[in-house]
């Protein structure tokens, strides 16, 4: 009897770690929040664009459907990630450990409120399956010409996708609402200028992996729904 093997790309699985470990830490360092002049943003905005490069690489390289399973994956570890730390957060503590700043800042972290659970992780889904459908449909109708554009498009429009979401879903209620538009404007600005400036790395990353991997896909007759192998 003969055995089919399935062999996956290491550079996929680096991407995917990567993927996955910048929305992790940007679960966390969304809990700081920043004020520079007249921005105001939350500490996720340092590592959460990194999500946005990595989808970049893969939708360019592997296609909208290697793009859709690694979207998938990462939300669902990042999923078991929050609600393990939100049920060890209900586990009663040592009552010395409680009030230290080290049990009052496990609590401010992992005791997240379900609409700041729920607002995140809808976000992402939308934004990074924008992200992700632009960049593939893009390549097609410019014959993978213009990578820059498509790169920068699809940024835009998944991370106002998911800012836009986001911050009336989260905290409606808790920002005044005069500051809301703010809010969602510095954070679509700052995360695509971040893409922008990191660009010429992306476009060196993306063309060696293709060299690489010997492999450059273009979404041709496929199914869009994200609900479908």
């Known amino acids: ?27 966390l360092f969304a809990t700081k929040q920043i004020s520079f002049g007249p921005a105001n943003f939350t500490g996720a905005i340092f590592v959460f664009p990194i999500s ?19 979207i998938w994956m ?8 929050v609600i393990l730390g939100w049920l060890i957060d209900l586990i009663p503590g040592v009552a010395w450990w409680q009030e230290t700043p080290a049990g009052i800042g496990f609590h401010a972290i992992f005791g997240i409120a379900p609409r700041i659970v729920f607002a995140s992780f809808l976000a992402f889904l939308i934004g990074s399956f924008m992200n992700a459908f632009v960049m593939s449909k893009m390549k097609v109708r410019d014959n993978g010409k213009r990578f820059t ?17 986001f911050f009336p879903v989260a905290l409606l209620g808790i920002v005044p609402l005069d500051q809301m538009p703010s809010f969602v404007l510095w954070q679509v600005a700052l995360k695509t200028a971040y893409e922008i400036i990191i660009l010429p790395v992306t476009i060196r990353v993306v ?4 060299k690489v991997e010997n492999v450059d896909v273009y979404d041709t007759n496929i199914s869009y729904n994200i609900f479908k192998k």
């Open 1 to 27: 009897m003969t055995q089919k093997t399935h062999q996956v790309s290491v550079l996929f699985l680096v991407l995917a770690t990567l993927f996955t470990a910048s929305l992790m830490m940007a679960n």
């Open 52 to 70: 946005y490069i990595v989808n970049d690489v893969v939708s360019e390289v592997w296609g909208f459907r290697r793009a859709k399973t690694l």
């Open 74 to 81: 990462a939300f669902a570890l990042n999923f078991f990630f």
């Open 149 to 165: 554009l498509r790169a920068v498009l699809s940024t835009l429009l998944g991370e106002a996708c998911d800012s836009v979401i």
């Open 207 to 210: 063309k060696w992996v293709k």
